[in-house]
């Protein structure tokens, strides 16, 4: 399978990543979707491994994505 066509959670259009309330400065990934609103995103953040959240949606292109 292409990686493009991954349901990758980093590349979620719900996926809000942010700064945590602990000092240092840890970022958290927060979902957006109505459903799970401020929850932790279930992830996982590793390389080449899906998702296995049924809310997942491929989030459009932007400044910060990756070329095709
Ligand atoms: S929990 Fe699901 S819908 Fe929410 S950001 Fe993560 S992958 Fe997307």
């Not at 990934?29 to 609103?37: K, S």
Request: proline share 9%.
């Amino acid at each position: 399978m292409v990686l493009d066509e991954l349901r990758i959670a980093a590349r979620c259009s719900y996926l809000k990543v942010t700064l945590g309330s602990r000092p240092g400065g840890n970022l958290v990934n927060l979902c957006r979707h109505i459903i799970r609103d401020g929850s932790a995103c279930v992830g996982p953040f590793l390389d080449d491994h899906e998702t296995q959240c049924g809310l997942w949606e491929l989030a459009p292109p932007g400044p910060g994505s990756r070329p095709a």
